[in-house]
């Protein structure tokens, strides 16, 4: 698993035809990204021996334990919050006796958390600046927190900890000071500007964040003070804030910090936490996602973003918004986007919206320079520019988007001078781009059009970008109010619903730090996050903090459906994509009926639980008569027909829908009573069970002048029968896994290794669907493992489940590496975006003891999605050449 800050933007996925195998770099990428030998130890919470001093003393046995052991360890960090985390993160020698140890709970490796480059900076400005216009708070409206605030609800009473970069609290809109009596109250740096993931972090006090920024943004979203020029306003600016920062100002975060974050929040007394942050798992059970789940289960709201790998397709769900009971929030498109206008001279035409908050900084108008005169290139300026290229630095490079990314395309223009830059669309949704540090914007593919056919023709034009007074809101009629093509789709692999909800999260102008301009436009799940905490403020102070523990379940049954598409007739957009759909906050507010619970997790086929009820209680002082319905989902196609990969995003959607049947479709409920409504699912029938069609819809609850409903979800195959390891040659062009000889290449049989320097072999193998258990082990030269497995073993079933020490009666020589929790890959050509994974031979086995001289094959198990950890026959396998090691 990769975590990263959710704020983003980012060109069409490139999916490589084949990778080449000499890309591959001779590391061991884990897939889900561990930290080598750390661990989060967690011991049994028991409740009831005395309070803090037992807990204390359950440290001191498993220290004693380990000595006794002789395994060396350094303890890292301890946590101690009976109910939520009980445990230690330590570095350990040797993992594998830990589990026999008594009182550990449970074991999870640390995990890595990469952050990502900062978009959108911006040079300077101030609230004043006559460049910019008043934001229409377009947002607020698609939400209903406008009528919140109209109704002098604000947040005031609640405070509100963000997990994140820190946050500039010296800008003007966010108070400008932090402690007692500021909007920033306080908070906390557990890494320092210095950090980088891999040094000693140097806590402080002081979370001030100046040289990042995502922090900032996601901070000015819930609480910018309104009454300033830019017309934004944060949606909870009556609530108080605390910063907890977890990143420095470059570099990685290790998820024990997001564990301490999360633990520090709660004890200072924090109504809700939200991070916008995550990285692919797929699976509910990493450190931060499960303390992050039970601190949501004390009545806290804890919001996570859902990720932001819309591209990659299902089943990509992010940690920790993986959390059972967090809300994790996806992202729908803000139905207008602030832009500026660049206008056009020599001949007539309209202005060129382009996509930013502030002016490009370009004194004055300048001819254009088209990198091709072919409008529906696929691949402009991918490649190195022509050498007859002329000098380009007093030109506007005129660029297509598409294939590679934007950044590429940019270093081809600047390596031939140029040095301002307008890239159109190809199609893709008109959401903020990752430019570096270049001065370049995205147009729209019209207006890109019309400036290559005016440069193919040899018109005589130039373009200028006014520095006042082009600034104004374009309504995106084409994909505002939708799902943001870069919003993760769910489920987890465990079938639990992921995302809860969604919140406008594409193209928000919000705050960044005075330093790095202090406004800009940013795209991400970490823009609905804050959204989404900011607008729980709101509901909180109206309902009073107890509404925190239902709070998912009354945005998720007042939420609004959104549709996959502007086209009528088209299916709703799939709820592994939309949740329970978009929060009305007005609804959250002032409905009479309470439905619960917000969502059905139907699973599936083999463990389908298709008889559901839910209850509808009427708040009001009169008899309502209530009408049930069902409206459907679109069902996504998760899997491509005749594929085991993943089908990209965005996901083909069907209208093979659920049955759904109900005892009655009317109900009269009088004032105060609480009446049960019992539900009948039927999966969809005949459809192909190798697409893995993940279904979904509402049952809906209508009342005169309000409507609720209930989510539900399944998949309808059996997620035993998928498919795990990538066998085919799609990827590499060679078939996989694969064991690679020391120059790269694909070891023929009997290679020999030195097993000294770089004299190993490497694995190179994918994921086609998540595992919750893979485990790579030395076997003898001779063995073979039957490919038809049906032996159960259920002897060797121990605590905690993993496979036994043999296999089909082969005896294991040594473990390599064991990994839990593992996400399927992505399609992206590098293993740094999750594309593949890699284990390079070190020479020793996992627990340091050196390989013996001898001859050996690679036996790699993995266990499919619901098998059992004890069942053999639940386990892909797959069996190395032979080869040998010479030296020891
Ligand atoms: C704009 O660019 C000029 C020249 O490159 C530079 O001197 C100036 O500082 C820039 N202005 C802003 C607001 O960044
Ligand atoms: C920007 O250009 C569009 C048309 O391209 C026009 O409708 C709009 O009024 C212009 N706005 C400003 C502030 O120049
Ligand atoms: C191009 O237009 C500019 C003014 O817009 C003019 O000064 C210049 O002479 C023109 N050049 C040609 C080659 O027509
Ligand atoms: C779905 O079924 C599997 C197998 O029994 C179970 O482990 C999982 O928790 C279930 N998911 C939900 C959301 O209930
Ligand atoms: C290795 O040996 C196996 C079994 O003898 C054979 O099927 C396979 O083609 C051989 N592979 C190579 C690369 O020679
Ligand atoms: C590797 O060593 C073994 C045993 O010494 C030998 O039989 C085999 O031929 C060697 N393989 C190659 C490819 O040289
Ligand atoms: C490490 O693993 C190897 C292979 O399984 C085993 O032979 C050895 O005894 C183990 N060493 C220790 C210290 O447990």
Request: charge should be negative.
């Amino acid at each position: 698993m990769k975590l990263s800050l959710l704020s983003l933007a980012f060109g069409a996925a490139c999916v490589a035809a084949t990778v080449p195998l000499s890309s591959v770099k001779k590391a061991t990428t884990a897939p889900n990204n561990v930290v080598e030998g750390e661990y989060i130890v967690e011991m049994k919470d028991v409740q009831g021996l005395g309070g803090k001093r037992a807990f204390a003393s359950m440290h001191d046995t498993l220290y004693r334990s380990l000595r006794k052991r002789d395994i060396a360890f350094d303890v890292k960090k301890e946590y101690n919050q009976p109910g939520i985390m009980v445990g230690a993160t330590l570095k350990l020698s040797d993992v594998t006796q830990i589990a026999s140890i008594a009182g550990v709970e449970a074991i999870r490796p640390v995990i890595a958390v990469p952050m990502p480059k900062r978009i959108n900076q911006f040079s300077v400005s101030s609230p004043k600046d006559s460049r910019i216009t008043a934001d229409s708070e377009t947002t607020h409206v698609m939400t209903g927190v406008d009528k919140a605030h109209a109704a002098g609800v604000t947040g005031e009473g609640i405070k509100i900890g963000i997990i994140d970069t820190g946050i500039d609290y010296n800008h003007p809109l966010l108070g400008s000071g932090i402690g007692a009596g500021f909007k920033v109250i306080g908070g906390y740096d557990f890494v320092g500007d210095a950090y980088t993931g891999s040094n000693t972090p140097v806590p402080d006090d002081d979370p001030l964040d100046t040289c990042n920024g995502h922090g900032t943004h996601v901070a000015g979203i819930i609480g910018a003070n309104p009454g300033n020029d830019f017309g934004i306003s944060g949606v909870a600016y009556g609530a108080s804030i605390a910063s907890y920062r977890l990143f420095g100002c470059s570099g990685f975060v290790s998820d024990d910090i997001i564990v301490e974050a999360l633990l520090r929040g709660y004890n200072d007394g924090m109504d809700i936490l939200t991070l916008s942050l995550g990285g692919v798992e797929g699976w509910t059970e990493s450190s931060s996602a499960v303390v992050a789940s039970r601190i949501a289960g004390q009545g806290r709201v804890v919001t996570i973003a859902a990720g932001n790998d819309g591209a990659y397709g299902s089943w990509y769900a992010s940690s920790p918004g993986t959390g059972v009971d967090v809300i994790s929030v996806g992202s729908v498109n803000n139905i207008a986007i602030p832009v500026q206008n660049a206008t056009v001279q020599g001949v007539e035409h309209d202005p060129i919206p382009y996509l930013e908050a502030l002016p490009l900084n370009i004194s004055s108008p300048r001819p254009i320079y088209a990198t091709s005169t072919d409008t529906t290139v696929a691949d402009d300026a991918c490649n190195p520019l022509p050498d007859d290229t002329p000098d380009l630095s007093g030109y506007i490079v005129v660029i297509r988007r598409g294939t590679c990314t934007f950044t590429t395309k940019l270093d081809n223009a600047a390596a031939k001078g140029a040095n301002a830059f307008l890239i159109y669309n190809n199609g893709g949704s008109f959401s903020a781009i990752s430019v570096g540090d270049y001065t370049a914007t995205l147009i729209s593919e019209s207006d890109g059009a019309f400036l290559v056919n005016a440069f193919a023709a040899k018109e005589n034009i130039t373009v200028s970008f006014p520095q006042s007074g082009a600034a104004w809101t374009l309504p995106d009629d084409t994909v505002g109010g939708l799902m943001s093509d870069f919003s993760t789709y769910g489920p987890t692999y465990d079938m639990y619903f992921k995302p809860a909800v969604s919140g406008p999260g594409g193209n928000i102008l919000s705050t960044l730090p005075v330093a790095l301009g202090s406004y800009g436009v940013e795209s991400g799940t970490s823009m609905a996050t804050p959204f989404v905490a900011g607008s729980a403020a709101l509901v909180l102070q109206s309902k009073g903090k107890d509404a925190a523990k239902s709070l998912r379940t009354l945005f998720q049954t007042t939420a609004s459906n959104v549709a996959s598409s502007k086209t009528d007739g088209e299916p709703l957009q799939t709820v592994s994509q939309q949740g329970a759909g978009l929060i009305q906050v007005d609804r959250a507010l002032s409905t009479k009926t309470v439905v619960s619970p917000g969502q059905f997790t139907l699973n599936d086929t083999e463990h389908f639980e298709g008889f559901k009820t839910f209850t509808i209680k009427n708040t009001g002082s009169k008899a309502v008569t209530y009408k049930l319905s069902h409206v459907p989902a679109g069902t996504a196609t998760s899997i491509q027909p005749g594929s085991i990969f993943a089908s990209d995003g965005p996901v083909p959607l069907t209208t093979d829908y659920a049955q759904v049947t109900f005892g009655l479709t009317k109900i009269t409920v009088l004032p105060g009573a609480i009446v049960p409504v019992p539900v009948w699912f039927k999966a969809p029938q005949g459809v192909d069970a190798s697409t893995y069609p993940v279904y979904g819809g509402f049952i809906q609850v209508e009342a005169p002048g309000e409507t609720l409903k209930v989510t539900y979800l399944g998949v309808a195959a059996s997620l035993k029968d998928k498919a795990v390891v990538d066998t085919t040659d799609e990827y590499f062009g060679v078939p996989i896994p694969a064991l690679l000889d020391a120059s790269g290449d694909v070891a023929g049989n009997d290679t020999n290794y030195t097993m000294q320097g770089d004299d190993v072999p490497a694995l190179l193998y994918r994921f086609a669907f998540g595992s919750a258990h893979v485990r790579l082990d030395l076997v003898p030269k001779d063995s073979s493992v039957s490919p038809t497995l049906s032996k159960r073993d259920w002897w060797n079933w121990w605590w905690p489940q993993k496979p036994s020490n043999s296999y089909d009666k082969v005896p294991i020589v040594g473990t390599l590496a064991e990994y839990d929790y593992v996400p399927r890959n992505s399609d992206a050509s590098t293993s740094d975006d999750n594309g593949y994974n890699t284990y390079a031979f070190t020479g020793s086995f996992a627990n340091g003891t050196k390989i013996a001289v001898g001859e050996y094959k690679v036996l790699m198990r993995a266990l499919k999605v619901a098998g059992n950890p004890a069942n053999e026959a639940d386990y892909e396998t797959w069996l190395s050449p032979a080869f040998g090691v010479t030296v020891a």
